[in-house]
């Protein structure tokens, strides 16, 4: 049914539920697709130093710093396991990408320009789907420990530049703040018109 390869992503602020969101997704699309998952910060040695030193650190490192490693990591993650699968004709679901650094480091402070430029080599996805749910929401979803970049503050800049690729027609936004089976049945309705449109 599928002869060449797709690749779309899920983006939203942490705790929209994106993970939860691209899994069941990758599920779905199996009864018909080759669908595979996958994520960022990824599995390669780059990915797992930002979990490790990024992320989980008390004091989060300069907006700069952290654009030029995820983008390193994003190259990465490219050669190792995206561009392979799309080869084999996969549809690869990612559980954030490009977006994340200019919604992240953008808000953060850095240069958009500037994000997108050491990001330019990087594959654009076919369809980039970001969920949209308040701030404050999501910040009462994070019971557990909280990374350095989820703090109300920094999560409403997040979702401004996320809303600026929303208005720019890349990014396609799903209403996150309707329950997790209304918000999956939307996002594959918006999955499978893009698809039957692209074959």
Same mark, same amino acid.
């Given at each position: 049914?599928?002869?060449?390869?797709?690749?779309?992503?899920?983006?939203? !602020?942490?705790?929209?539920?994106?993970?939860?969101?691209?899994?069941?997704?990758?599920?779905?699309?199996?009864?018909?697709?080759?669908?595979v998952?996958? =994520?960022?910060? *990824?599995?390669?040695?780059?990915? /797992?130093?930002? /979990?490790?030193?990024?992320? !989980?650190?008390?004091?989060? !490192? *300069?907006?700069?710093v952290?654009?030029?490693?995820?983008a390193a990591?994003?190259? @990465?993650?490219?050669? /190792? @396991?995206?561009?392979? =699968?799309?080869k084999?004709?996969?549809?690869?679901?990612?559980?954030?990408?490009?977006?994340? *650094?200019?919604?992240y480091?953008?808000?953060?402070?850095?240069d958009?320009?500037?994000?997108?430029?050491?990001?330019?080599?990087?594959? /654009?996805?076919?369809?980039?789907?970001?969920?949209?749910?308040?701030?404050?929401?999501?910040?009462?979803?994070?019971?557990?420990?909280?990374s350095?970049?989820?703090?109300?503050?920094?999560?409403?800049?997040?979702?401004?530049?996320?809303?600026?690729?929303?208005?720019?027609?890349?990014?396609?936004?799903?209403?996150?703040?309707?329950?997790?089976?209304?918000? =999956?049945n939307?996002?594959?309705?918006?999955?499978?018109?893009?698809l039957?449109?692209?074959?």
């Amino acid at each position: 049914m599928q002869e060449k390869g797709f690749f779309i992503c899920i983006e939203g !602020l942490d705790g929209c539920g994106k993970t939860t969101q691209a899994r069941l997704l990758v599920e779905r699309l199996r009864q018909n697709y080759k669908a595979v998952y996958t =994520a960022e910060p *990824s599995h390669g040695k780059i990915g /797992r130093f930002i /979990r490790q030193y990024c992320l !989980l650190g008390k004091k989060r !490192l *300069s907006s700069v710093v952290e654009a030029l490693l995820f983008a390193a990591d994003r190259f @990465e993650h490219l050669e /190792r @396991e995206v561009l392979p =699968a799309l080869k084999r004709g996969k549809l690869v679901v990612s559980d954030r990408y490009v977006y994340s *650094s200019l919604a992240y480091q953008g808000g953060g402070g850095t240069d958009l320009e500037w994000i997108e430029k050491i990001n330019e080599h990087a594959m /654009r996805p076919h369809l980039a789907i970001f969920i949209d749910v308040d701030p404050e929401i999501v910040l009462k979803r994070l019971k557990r420990e909280k990374s350095v970049m989820e703090s109300l503050e920094t999560q409403q800049k997040v979702r401004e530049v996320y809303m600026k690729f929303v208005e720019k027609g890349e990014l396609v936004k799903i209403d996150g703040n309707k329950p997790k089976r209304e918000v =999956a049945n939307e996002i594959l309705k918006v999955v499978l018109n893009f698809l039957e449109g692209a074959h």
